[in-house]
C-alpha cells in the first residue's frame, strides 16, 4: 500500500510539475532610423553700421532686407540699411525645422558699457530643400537712451554675449 501511494504520488507530481515547468519565448523586433544631425553655422553677422543719436530711442533692423528704421529720437545719422545675420542649416532633406531665439545679445563696449540687442527672426520654421539646406535670416532691436559712448559696441567685445539661436526637428 505504500509503495502504491509512493508511485501513484510520484505520477502526479511527474505530471503537474511538468506543466509547471513549461516555457516559451517569441523573438521581438527593434527598429530605429537615423538621420543626419542638425548643424548651425553663423554664414554673416548682424552689422548696423555708424549711427548717432541726440536721445532715447530704438534702432530696428528688417531681417528680410536689412532696412533699418530709426524712431524715439531726432537722428543725426540713422543708417537706411544694414548687414542682416544669416545662419545656414543644415539636416534631413525635405524636412521641416522649428527655429528660436534662446537668448538675446549683449553688446559691450571697451568702456564696460553695454546695449542689449533683441533678435528677430525671418521664419520659426525652415524646411530643408532636398540636399537638406536651409538658410535664416536674423534682424532686430537695440533701444538707446542717448548716452552712449562713441566706439563700437560689439558681442565680441570683453563683456560681450553673442544672441542664441535654435533649430530642432
Not at 545675420?85 to 553695454?114: E, I, P, Y
Not at 552712449?148 to 560689439?154: D, K, L, Q, R, V
Amino acid at each position: 500500500m505504500k509503495k502504491l501511494l509512493g508511485v501513484s504520488l510520484l505520477a502526479l507530481t511527474t505530471m503537474f510539475g511538468s506543466n509547471a515547468a513549461e516555457a516559451v519565448s517569441a523573438d521581438g523586433e527593434a527598429r530605429i532610423n537615423m538621420i543626419q544631425a542638425l548643424t548651425l553655422t553663423q554664414t554673416q553677422s548682424i552689422n548696423y553700421g555708424d549711427t548717432a543719436v541726440d536721445g532715447a530711442g530704438t534702432v530696428n533692423m528688417a531681417h528680410s532686407s536689412g532696412a533699418i528704421t530709426c524712431s524715439g529720437f531726432n537722428s543725426h545719422s540713422c543708417p537706411a540699411t544694414g548687414t542682416t545675420g544669416a545662419f545656414s542649416v543644415s539636416g534631413k532633406s525635405n524636412t521641416s525645422v522649428a527655429v528660436s531665439v534662446t537668448s538675446n545679445a549683449t553688446m559691450s563696449h571697451s568702456d564696460s558699457s553695454t546695449l542689449t540687442f533683441i533678435p528677430s527672426l525671418s521664419s520659426t520654421s525652415v524646411t530643408l530643400d532636398g540636399s537638406g539646406a536651409g538658410n535664416i535670416s536674423v534682424g532686430g532691436a537695440v533701444a538707446l537712451t542717448g548716452t552712449e559712448s562713441a566706439g563700437e559696441y560689439s558681442t565680441t567685445n570683453s563683456g560681450g554675449v553673442p544672441y542664441q539661436i535654435n533649430v530642432v526637428y
